[in-house]
């Protein structure tokens, strides 16, 4: 697909991080792009800075994901690329031994439906509306969309603490084949990237010695991603129209030890 000024696109978490470095991009490349957040206050900033359309999201509502598409349907028209970064995790491990008791107390099922859903059903929600829309389109160079989903390489090595998060992402591992042959024949591709470890706001409220200890890991460079290189691939994914059902790291060549 090419990118350009007749392209429309919604980026979730496109306030922030990886997502905002997409925003960028798919601006710099001409597209009009409708930033899904359900933080107002830096969604609205982003969206001034990048000369975006800021529209409040919550991808776990789907009343939420239902308005934000509509809006942003009505101001730049019906979008052809989604790339899809809001989630998040939590760090607890299954069990824990309790200090003073000595008691051992289980994660909290809540906790991990939270977690799971999030990455799991937000990431599914939101991808369900963009493919309906698109596949109202006409199909531009024999297709009609692509869209971008974010699991982490914690879904395949996930460290202490990371069930939740890494169950959540491995769900979104599983879905990208089947999705991307339930939209095949509406000319409609998914792909998804397993970000390392980047440098962005999240990351960089770590201690510096954790930051240096995470980079040192990495085979090359020695260093955080930096989220233009996320934005960079999530581009060429939508770009190049034999890229399908794909679920690909950027990560430097990092593989998490178990912590
Ligand atoms: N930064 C990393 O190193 C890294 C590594 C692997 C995977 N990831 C994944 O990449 C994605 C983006 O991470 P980031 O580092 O850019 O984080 P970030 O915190 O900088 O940005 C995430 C954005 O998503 C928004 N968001 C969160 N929950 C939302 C919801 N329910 N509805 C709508 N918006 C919501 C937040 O407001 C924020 O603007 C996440 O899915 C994260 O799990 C990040």
Redesign the pocket.
């Known amino acids: 697909m090419k990118i350009d000024s007749t392209i429309s696109a919604v980026v979730?978490?496109?306030?922030?991080?990886?997502?905002?470095?997409s925003v960028k991009a798919l601006r710099a490349a001409g597209a009009k792009v409708a930033i899904?957040?359900?933080?107002p206050e830096?969604?609205v900033k982003?969206a001034e800075e990048t000369g975006s359309l800021f529209c409040e999201?919550?991808?776990?509502?789907d009343e939420?994901l239902d308005a934000a598409f509509a809006k942003a349907r009505s101001v730049n028209g019906q979008e052809r690329i989604l790339i899809?970064?809001?989630?998040?995790?939590n760090a607890m491990t299954t069990i824990r031994k309790d200090k003073q008791t000595g008691e051992f107390k289980v994660f909290p099922s809540e906790e991990f439906a939270r977690v799971l859903t999030?990455?799991a059903v937000?990431?599914f929600a939101t991808l369900t509306r963009f493919a309906a829309g698109a596949a109202t389109l006409e199909p531009v160079d024999g297709e009609r969309g692509a869209a971008v989903c974010?699991?982490?390489?914690?879904a395949q090595d996930g460290q202490i603490g990371q069930a939740a998060?890494a169950a959540g992402?491995a769900a979104i591992v599983g879905m990208t084949l089947p999705i991307a042959r339930d939209l095949g024949r509406w000319g409609i591709r998914v792909n998804t990237i397993?970000?390392?470890?980047?440098?962005?706001?999240?990351?960089n409220q770590a201690p510096q010695a954790t930051i240096d200890a995470l980079a040192a890991q990495v085979a090359f460079p020695n260093r955080?991603?930096d989220?233009t290189e996320?934005a960079s691939m999530a581009l060429e994914l939508c770009r190049n129209t034999y890229m399908n059902a794909h679920v690909l790291r950027l990560d430097g060549g990092v593989r998490f030890s178990a912590r």
């Not at 899904?36 to 933080?39: I, L, M, S, T």
């Not at 999201?57 to 509502?61: K, M, Q, R």
């Open positions: 979730t978490g496109g306030a922030s991080g990886l997502g905002l470095a899904f957040d359900f933080n830096t969604g982003a999201a919550n991808v776990l509502s939420s899809s970064c809001a989630g998040g995790g999030l990455n937000g990431t974010t699991g982490s390489i914690a998060y992402k397993l970000p390392g470890v980047f440098s962005t706001p999240l990351m955080l991603g989220p996320y």
